[in-house]
T-cell receptor, first 113, second 109 residues
């Protein structure tokens, strides 16, 4: 089944403790992206990648890192999480960087205390 | 930068037709997409317009006017299960994507 898999689904952590949220897609998509969603707001793009070893900042990249060493994986790294990074995170992929639909993972609900 | 404006809430009754508008400001515009999201779930793709005009997919249609930087999503024969949030989104040639803040649609019996 074609899908985007994120892990974990839920994560509670403390300020400053490094964490990684994994994202993997099995559709051979070139484009992958991370978003955060806060109550009452749309999805805000954190980082995106148009291919292996190519990553770019979205609208809210501060406090996050990403890497794209393989086509299928696009992990999101929070080196020193802070409470303002408490949010619902979504990973998405698409076959092209422009018009093809974004396929979303099921989300990771992160709480930083 | 890029920005999108859409109404925050819309209410309609079962069987009715509802239109959700979206205006955008963006550089490097490539196309306008629409996504549906049920409470806390993953957004799912509904429709996409790169060119002016109407795209129809079953009960859902989407329209784009590039000259007016405007689009809308039309939902026909509303069902209770259509109660959800609807987001318009733009992507640029550079790969950046921006979503509107979403429109919460409530369908009443």
């Amino acid at each position: 089944e074609a899908q985007v898999t994120q892990n974990p689904r839920y994560l509670i952590t403390v300020t400053g403790k490094k964490l990684t949220v994994t994202c993997s897609q099995n559709m051979n998509h070139e484009y992958m992206s991370w978003y955060r969603q806060d109550p009452g707001l749309g999805l805000r793009q954190i980082y995106y990648s148009m291919n292996v070893e190519v990553t770019d900042k979205g609208d809210v990249p501060e406090g996050y890192k990403v890497s794209r060493k393989e086509k299928r994986n696009f992990p999101l790294i929070l080196e020193s999480p802070s409470p303002n990074q408490t949010s619902l995170y979504f990973c998405a992929s698409s076959s092209t960087r422009t018009g093809s639909p974004l396929h979303f993972g099921n989300g990771t609900r992160l709480t930083v205390t | 930068g890029q920005s999108l404006e859409q109404p925050s809430e819309v209410t309609a009754v079962e069987g009715a037709i509802v239109q959700i508008n979206c205006t955008y400001q963006t550089s490097g515009f490539y196309g306008l997409s629409w996504y549906q999201q049920h409470d806390g779930g993953a957004p799912t793709f509904l429709s996409y317009n790169a060119l002016d005009g109407l795209e129809e997919t079953g009960r859902f249609s989407s329209f784009l006017s590039r000259s007016d930087s405007y689009g809308y999503l039309l939902l026909q024969e509303l069902q209770m299960k259509d109660s959800a949030s609807y987001f318009c989104a733009v992507r640029t040639l550079a790969g950046k994507s921006t979503f509107g803040d979403g429109t919460t649609l409530t369908v009443k019996p």
